[in-house]
Every structure is written in structure tokens, then in C-alpha cells.
């Protein structure tokens, strides 16, 4: 990889754990605004340690040590930078189990959202389908027999990992209600938590809601370092834009909407290379800058013309 890839993966890999996290983020910002300037310290400062080393950075190199029989998590750390061809070739051969279930996982994640979320309608159709949401089921159903055929074509261990996939969906979306509920809860004045007591919560449910883009991050990579390097510079300012400036990330309301759409192309993109249709390193980045920066300008112009239309009976009168 040049340095022009490694810095566009780098980047990419930044900007989808930022936007895919913005949610929790606004929540994580009402829950500190109840706190000391000492807990939102804390919370900035030895709090990023754990978000970034032990759920960014070891999460996905578990992932990588699971799905590749016979290397150790040291060789799955090291073996970007060691050059060892023999250890690379084993995590390449044995990628398409992750990659399979990976993709899975974030095309359940799109459709959940799309049928079954409340949101923003930021394209056509979008509330025609929330309307419809009992289809949701039926739609992943399909899509999980169809890439579970294909997958056993080519071998069992990659249609079980489509199986994996939606299996830990389903399990990391019930973890993640009941942590949203318990944050939510962290909000009322009727909490007695204290603020340390706070701070160590908010870390146990940024690991439960950080899944998506640790997952995300293998459609832009296998290299555990860059995803590390990546997820943690976005997972750093993510925490600093909690702290000083949520107020004004509100207000673009369709950057979920990025999201979104980013993990349902990143989702298509892991099983396309899952089945052997390599798809270029430099795309994941290129299609997340592109359909962030698309919903990001549509927010901007929403919001300019809100502006606009209450500073103008201002200034008539």
C-alpha cells in the first residue's frame, strides 16, 4: 500500500467511525452536560484509552485471530508491517469467512434502520418504507438464504459465516437497545449514579455501539494497524466533538443518513470480496467520502434555508 492509499484508507476508516457513532455521541453529550468538568475530563483524557486501545484496536484483532486458524494474535498484529508472506497468505485465504459475515451484519444494520428506525427522510422513498417495516424481516430472510446458497457453493465455513453474521446482528442489536435504554435512563434527574459511576457506563455502551464500525473498518482493510490507527483518530475526535461542539453536529440532521447509506455499500462491497470479486482498497474510502459529503451538503443547504427564513422577518422588521 503507497502512502496515498494508506492515507485515504486512514482517513476513510476516521470519517465512518465518526458518522457511524454520531448518535451515541449526542446521547454520551446530554449524559456529560449533568456532569463536573472534572468527569468530562476524565471522560476525554483516560476514557479514550479504553475506547481506543482496548475496543478499537483489540476488538478487531480478535476478529482477525478467530477467522484465521493458526496464526497468533501477535502474527495477526504484526503481519503488515513483518513482511511475512506465509502469515499475510493465511489471513488473505481465510478472509472471505470474515468478509462474508462482516457484509451480512452491515446490510441487516442498513435495512433495520431503513424499515424500522425513526430518521430523518433524507431521499425518496425512505418514509413509503419505514411504513412498511413488518417487511424487514422478510427482506433480511431472503437475503440470507440467497448468500447462504451462493456461499455453500463455494464452501460450508463461508456460508456459516453469512449464518455468524446474522446471528451476531441480532445479538448486538439487543445489547445495543437495552444500552441506548440504560443511557437514556442516565439522563433523568431521578439517576443517583455518580459521576464516576457515569463515565464507566458511558465506556461499557460505547464498546456495545463502537461493533458497527469495527466491523465497517474490514471493508476499507485486513490490516489490523491501519484500522486501528484509523477507527482510533476517529474515535479521538469524536470524543473532543462530544465534549466542545455536539450542538452544532445536531443540526446537520442527514449525517446518520450517511451513515447509513455508507455501511450498506461498505456491507455489498466485503461479500463482493468475500466472492472473489476483488473490489480495490482505495473504493471504500472514495464511496464513504462521496455519500457522507453528498448528505452533509444536504444538510447544509437545509439548514441555511432554516437559517435564512427566521433571519428574514427579522430583518423586515
Partial sequence: ?????????????????????????????????????????????????????????????????????????LEALTATFKG??????????????????????????????????TKNFGLKGERFLQSQGAWFYTVVSILLTIIVWYGLKQGSLLAFGAVVGSTAFFITHGFKQYAQAQEENMLGKQS??????????????DATFSVDGV??????????????????LGAIVLRNITISNISKIKKYKYLKNGAMYSILFLGIIMISNAYGFKVPEWISPIVTFAIVGYFFQKSRMELKILEDSILEPTAKF
Fill in 1 to 73: 500500500m503507497n502512502l496515498l492509499s494508506l492515507l485515504l484508507t486512514v482517513f476513510g476508516l476516521s470519517l465512518f467511525e465518526i458518522i457511524s457513532s454520531i448518535d451515541n455521541a449526542i446521547i454520551n453529550a446530554e449524559v456529560l452536560s449533568n456532569m463536573s468538568q472534572k468527569a468530562r475530563r476524565w471522560f476525554l483524557v483516560w476514557g479514550i484509552l479504553f475506547a481506543v486501545f482496548m475496543v478499537r484496536g483489540f476488538l478487531p484483532l480478535v476478529l482477525v485471530w478467530i477467522s484465521v486458524p493458526g496464526i497468533g494474535i
Fill in 84 to 117: 511475512d508472506p506465509a502469515v499475510y497468505k493465511a489471513i488473505e485465504t481465510s478472509s472471505p469467512v470474515l468478509l462474508n459475515g462482516g457484509g451480512v451484519f452491515l446490510i441487516f444494520l442498513f435495512f433495520h434502520w431503513l424499515f424500522l428506525e
Fill in 192 to 205: 443517583h449514579l455518580s459521576d464516576i459511576s457515569k463515565i464507566l457506563y458511558l465506556e461499557v455502551i
Fill in 215 to 232: 466491523v465497517g473498518a474490514f471493508a476499507f482493510t485486513l490490516s489490523i494497524p491501519i484500522i486501528f490507527l484509523g477507527n482510533g
